[in-house]
């Protein structure tokens, strides 16, 4: 399955949103980025609670990320219909768009717009990638969903926010656990890695004589594993781009992605610092840390760094952790301690951004091998049914926690 953002599979998503919420009685707010909100009523007015995902998708799917948060809230709304149940304030569903960044590439940009964090302008102007002419903006009235609402949090504002989410990972699954508990996002940063070598001949040049700008990103690399692993950290290399590309010649010029993430600040930055240290005496030609061992050094490259994205720790707000775990032990009882885990998520959400403005939290599932972004993404439909209820408890818990007060 593929839903890109703003496709006309998107459009008909959207449309089952807005046609479903609304038989449920909701009211329906649809904001200059096209985040949907649909709104049960309470007892008296305020901020909603809200819970929800989004529903586009990777360019290979699959069918649970995002869209169980969605499908899963809106399904809480059913409940709370068919069991006449009055939350003393509003409780609401939300939809956000382009989370996945898949074809405008900026992910969770809509929910980032909200917040205040990403300019309106920015984001309206981002063209799909593949070269496409289509903007977010263009793409927003096409399919008719470029409201009038300001994208704000102040103009749409929420009391808390809480996201169901396959947890992407195995641990779960692994473990013989029904939800993850989380209690806050990984902080991350990307970059852009330049090494510049020279092009030569791969028959006429000596090792010795060789500028090898691959060689040296290949070296750095693997450097930036051994780094991590040794600060309990992760780090990723998911885009390498060489010239001239051709066989017979050696690459003068690579380009690589570098995703460094752990749950603190304070260790991605240890381990930018350390790569950036060994990276250039990497390129100096160094033997740093046995790199060279068996081979011949050459002459010296270049390295240059650019930051492409720098996302900090997130920590999710007590009050909804506790309306989770709460809601975990109504359903688990005594085996709640056996059955759940605190996790903090590897990945980004939209809940990054409301947490920024707002109480936030998310619960995970467990999905099959781990897998995600991929058409095999799979979560049996009682781990979607437990998520779901552990979320329709935690939202009523919070509400009740805010008519306490």
């Not at 396959?166 to 806050?184: H, T």
């Not at 996002?185 to 030569?200: E, K, N, P």
């Not at 752990?262 to 005496?281: G, L, N, Q």
């Not at 209820?389 to 805010?402: E, F, H, I």
């Amino acid at each position: 399955m593929s839903r890109l953002s703003l496709s006309d599979t998107d459009k008909t998503a959207r449309d089952w949103f807005a046609e479903t919420t609304s038989a449920l009685g909701c009211k329906l707010i649809t904001d200059a980025m096209g985040n949907q909100f649909a709104v049960r009523p309470g007892l008296q007015d305020g901020p909603p609670t809200y819970a929800g995902s989004h529903l586009d998708t990777q360019p290979t799917g699959g069918r649970y990320d995002g869209i169980l948060g969605v499908t899963a809230a809106v399904e809480m709304l059913r409940v709370l219909n068919d069991n006449w149940v009055e939350t003393a304030y509003p409780v609401g569903v939300v939809n956000w768009t382009n989370e996945e960044g898949a074809r405008f590439p900026i992910s969770m940009v809509s929910s980032g717009v909200w917040a205040g964090e990403i300019p309106l302008s920015r984001a309206h102007n981002l063209r799909e990638v593949g070269g496409g002419s289509a903007t977010m903006k263009s793409e927003l009235e096409r399919v008719g969903y470029l409201g009038e609402t300001p994208c704000s949090h102040e103009v749409v504002p929420m009391a808390a926010h809480f996201e169901l989410h396959i947890e992407q990972g195995p641990i779960l699954e692994a473990e013989n656990r029904k939800i993850g508990i989380v209690q806050g996002v990984q902080a991350y940063r990307w970059f852009s890695i330049d090494v510049l070598g020279a092009d030569c001949h791969t028959g006429t040049t000596s090792f010795a004589h060789r500028a090898d700008a691959l060689l040296a990103a290949s070296k750095m690399i693997l450097h930036s594993h051994r780094a991590a692993t040794a600060a309990s950290a992760l780090a990723s290399t998911g885009i390498l781009t060489l010239r001239p590309g051709s066989t017979n010649t050696v690459p003068g010029s690579v380009r690589f992605s570098l995703d460094i993430r752990a749950s603190k600040d304070s260790t991605v930055e240890a381990v930018e610092a350390d790569c950036k240290a060994a990276f250039a005496r990497i390129a100096a030609g160094e033997d740093f840390g046995d790199l060279n061992a068996g081979g011949t050094s050459g002459r010296p490259c270049s390295v240059a760094w650019t930051t492409d994205s720098v996302s900090p720790a997130i920590n999710f707000h007590a009050d909804c952790i506790r309306c989770v775990t709460d809601a975990a032990g109504d359903l688990f009882g005594s085996e709640m301690g056996a059955l759940t885990k605190e996790m903090v998520s590897g990945s980004g959400h939209d809940s990054v951004y409301t947490s920024k403005r707002v109480p936030t939290t998310m619960l995970f599932v467990p999905c099959r091998d781990g897998v995600s972004h991929n058409p095999r993404e799979y979560s049996t439909p009682e781990d979607c049914a437990v998520g779901a209820q552990v979320l329709l408890g935690a939202v009523v818990r919070y509400d009740r926690m805010r008519a306490s007060m």
